[in-house]
């Protein structure tokens, strides 16, 4: 028996290196992978990036600020209410504004509508990534569509909002469009139940999520991973809870922290927690909305923001996204440098694809849910 | 609800194809095995039986050549359309009227596509892949046209004694041509995808084939037609309910109507068909259990012998990009694309006439005959010039074809329904699926059988 172990030892054969993109279908976009594989084990991961890098920073100092504001939505364009209200945060820092509460209640309003977008496009491409190429994918999209009308009514957008201004918020919705909310809200914890039901304890979804790409908590500090990842490993990391800004404090929600294993199945089941959180969120905004200005900066083309240094955090659909801002009082930005949560949280990679198989590569990065323009700006 | 109407457009989608598709074929069937001889003796008094034998001998060949495109051309489409609907969508409805066409315009691109192949490919085994792929799925089916067809005259000759065998034999050649193209891609893609098919078959043929064999077991036969035969008279007859091991029930339920052969009461046939009371009936009740699980089994073993989700991991899309065909484009993709849902019928067909009665309707005969005129209308029908000088049809002939296209295609709907389902299993745990569950299972759900058999009064 050692005999023919020590023979099995010696077939050891030649590893194989594939490069996993950037053409690969299910690369999220242009993300390259070198993996090293034995037979069909990842042995050595190595993520190479920049295919997408559009200078986004650089841009920043060779644009004006009213310029920069509607660019900064494409640098994450499944949220881009987030780094717009990152932006609009840091500079309202330095021209020490006030934002009226309507336009708060507005920013949380929509911000949380656009986590719900971002949630679900999520699920969608992460069945996708496990193989289930039909069906099911297609649902949460019908939902995100609703959401999308709503946003173009109140932004004139359906992705790329520029809504959040450097002091306010860009229109204000009618009535209408409240309650036409309203009737999304009411109905959207249904479809959540029903995505579960057909998603959630499907045998051949545990088996492909449970125990597959466990992030330890400590892992995911020391790489200063973010977002629902982090909270799906034990970490109550919510800046809405722990560090609150805007009108959060005055809303009554949970932060969502799955504690089990940190396997991908916890990160699945913390952005469904996380969806029916927004959605209460967006009832409570509703119930709480005060009238009022929603704008106190005017916004032409010659907009500037008082010199200084600012910086601004807000929590992303994928993490936290600081932005931090030099102004030396003219017409462009001295400087921007943004703080991105899907490069960060892309770093995890390597460290949980080293001995999976390879069908697991999809699975553990899509549950990571990383966007391609978000990792290279 | 809010998918009626695509559901409607769906069905006559169906209806419409399906009637083009079996008209074509039966046409062009007849016109070279009976239309064209009776032209010949008719108008050209030129009677030669040489000859009109060497006509019908073609026509299997023909209706396979019409056939297979055509049908793979419409099981496209439905699929497409079908997904459409699970997924909230409209389907391709543009290319024709409502999109019947679309499928013709993507087999006119994928013929004047470039045929590459790629540097590093071994050109010989590059292109035999897709040919070795296609050609069982072609040979393997010929003893099922006999059984599909009620054994017509014109398909007699396909028929083998051993068709079952022969069938499943031919369909585990596919294999080595998807190892052939993975191979010879020279992409590592289409190397694991290749190599990924091996292990799958390998593991999921013994399931399938132990699935057979019980219902082989219960018919007392490997001849495919006379496995068919025998499950004529209602579905209580079908090796998916028991194997024949419901005869009896059967033949009470129909004496009790006043409808029974003869002058047998309940309890004679009772004693004829299950000798030993108590003991019979249960062992009746554990072969229904025993060939519904078969059923299932084969139905997991097949899509997997064909690749489908939730099985299609040769050609994981997001993990492999396209696996064993990455490297293929234009005419042999197209080959490998037609030999897919080529395969995916034959396996239907296998499961129609081996489980579901072949084209037995599922109405027991009694019941039917007290349904008012359609006794008539059959007579009618066979007085009709289309059947009796024409020899067009035949009724029952054309009742068996309806009740084995809807049963063919039922179970066609339902994988694409899995595929719209289902995500994808992981390697490892699809051999460990097939190894540790399918085949000890199959195993004891066979010796049962063997055991359970001696009980009952069954087929064979």
């Known amino acids: ?116 977008t971002s949630h679900l496009l999520w699920l969608g491409t992460y069945l996708i990534d496990l193989g289930a190429m039909f069906g099911f994918p297609f649902y949460p999209f019908r939902e995100r569509e609703k959401l999308f009308d709503l946003f173009e009514e109140v932004a004139g957008q359906r992705m790329m909002f520029n809504y959040i201004r450097i002091g306010g918020v860009l229109r204000d919705p009618k009535p209408e469009w409240f309650a036409q909310l309203k009737k999304f809200t009411d109905e959207f914890p249904d479809r959540i139940d029903e995505y579960e039901a057909i998603v959630t304890q499907n045998p051949i979804f545990l088996d492909r ?169 | 609800m809010e998918n009626v109407a695509e559901i409607r457009k769906l069905t006559t989608l169906s209806i419409v194809w399906l009637t083009i598709t079996f008209s074509a074929v039966w046409v062009a069937c007849w016109g070279l095995g009976i239309g064209l001889p009776m032209l010949l003796e008719n108008v050209f008094h030129y009677d030669n039986p040489v000859l009109v034998e060497t006509l019908r001998f073609f026509v299997p060949a023909l209706s396979i050549l019409v056939f297979i495109p055509i049908n793979a051309m419409f099981m496209v489409l439905l699929e497409r359309r079908a997904l459409a609907i699970f997924t909230v969508r409209k389907g391709p409805n543009r290319v024709g009227p409502d999109g019947y066409l679309q499928t013709m315009a993507d087999a006119v691109k994928l013929l004047l596509k470039e045929d590459i192949t790629p540097i590093g490919a071994d050109a010989v085994m590059f292109t035999l892949a897709p040919i070795v792929f296609f050609a069982p799925s072609i040979i393997g089916a010929v003893p099922l046209l006999a059984a599909v067809t009620s054994n017509h005259p014109f398909y007699q000759s396909l028929n083998l004694p051993t068709g079952i065998f022969y069938v499943l034999a031919a369909s585990a050649i596919p294999v080595v041509a998807l190892v052939m193209a993975g191979w010879a891609s020279n992409n590592k893609y289409s190397l694991v995808g290749g190599l990924r098919s091996a292990a799958q078959a390998i593991s999921y ?35 998916f309910f028991g194997g024949g091991a419901l005869i009896g029930l059967d033949r009470m339920i129909a004496a009790s109507m006043g409808a029974g052969m003869g002058a047998e009461t309940g309890p004679d046939i009772s004693h004829h068909f299950y000798p030993y009371d108590g003991i019979s009936g249960v062992a009746a009740i554990i072969l229904v259990i025993c060939l519904v699980i078969s059923f299932c089994m084969y139905l997991t073993g097949a899509c997997a012998e064909i690749n489908r989700i939730p ?150």
């Open chain 1, 1 to 116: 028996m050692a005999l023919e172990l020590s023979r099995i030892e010696d077939l050891k054969t030649d590893e194989m290196i594939i490069n996993m993109g950037p053409q690969h279908p299910a690369t999220h976009g242009v993300l390259r992978l070198i993996l090293t594989l034995d037979g069909e084990v990842v042995k050595h991961v190595e993520p190479v990036l920049g295919h997408l890098h559009r200078a986004q920073e650089w841009q920043g100092q060779n644009r004006t600020w009213f310029q920069y504001q509607a660019l900064i939505d494409r640098v994450d364009y499944l949220s881009g209410m987030f780094t717009s209200w990152a932006m609009a945060r840091a500079c309202e820092q330095l021209d020490g504004t006030v934002v009226p509460k309507r336009a708060e209640y507005l920013r949380v309003m929509l911000s949380e509508m656009n986590r719900i």
């Open chain 1, 209 to 377: 999520t449970k125990g597959v790409g466990i992030l330890n908590k400590q892992l995911a500090m020391d790489y200063g991973v973010t977002g629902p990842c982090i909270r799906s490993s034990g970490v109550e990391l919510d800046l809405r809870k722990t560090k609150p800004y805007s009108v959060y404090p005055e809303l009554d929600f949970k932060t969502i922290v799955t504690d089990h294993d940190g396997d991908t199945w916890d990160r699945y089941m913390a952005r469904i927690l996380e969806m029916r959180e927004s959605n209460k969120i967006i009832q409570q905004c509703m119930a709480q909305i005060p009238d009022g200005d929603i704008i106190v900066k005017k916004q032409t083309a010659g907009l500037r923001v008082k010199a200084g240094e600012g910086f601004a955090a807000v929590e992303s659909p994928r993490g936290i996204i600081g932005c931090y801002v030099t102004s030396t009082g003219g017409e462009k930005p001295f400087r921007f440098r943004w703080r991105n949560p899907s490069f960060c949280n892309l770093s995890i990679l390597p460290e949980l694809l080293v001995g999976s198989p390879i069908s697991d590569i999809m699975a553990i990065f899509g549950s990571i849910d990383i966007i391609l323009p978000d990792v290279d700006r």
């Open chain 2, 205 to 239: 043929e013994i399931p399938l084939v132990m699935a057979i064999l019980s219902v082989c077991v219960m018919a007392g036969t490997l001849d495919m037609v006379k496995i068919a035969e025998q499950q004529a008279g209602g579905f209580l007859h079908w090796n």
């Open chain 2, 311 to 460: 099985f299609d991991l040769p050609e994981a899309e997001s993990e492999l990009v396209s696996g064993y065909n990455t490297e293929y484009s234009g005419m042999k993709f197209a080959i490998f694309f037609l030999a897919e849902f080529t395969n995916l019928f034959v396996v239907s067909s296998i499961t129609t006439v081996m489980f579901l009665g072949g084209g037995d309707n599922p109405i027991p005969p009694y019941i039917l005959d007290k349904i008012p005129g359609i006794s008539s209308a059959i007579s009618a029908l066979r007085e009709s010039p289309i059947c009796s000088q024409w020899h067009f049809i035949n009724p029952e002939m054309l009742f068996a074809t309806l009740w084995v296209i809807f049963k063919v295609y039922a179970i066609v709907f339902f994988a694409i329904l899995v595929r719209g389902t289902l995500p994808r299993f992981r390697i490892d745990q699809l051999i460990a699926f097939g190894w540790k569950r399918l085949i000890p299972l199959s195993l004891i759900v066979f010796l049962v059988l063997v055991f359970a058999r001696g009980f009952v009064v069954c087929h064979g």
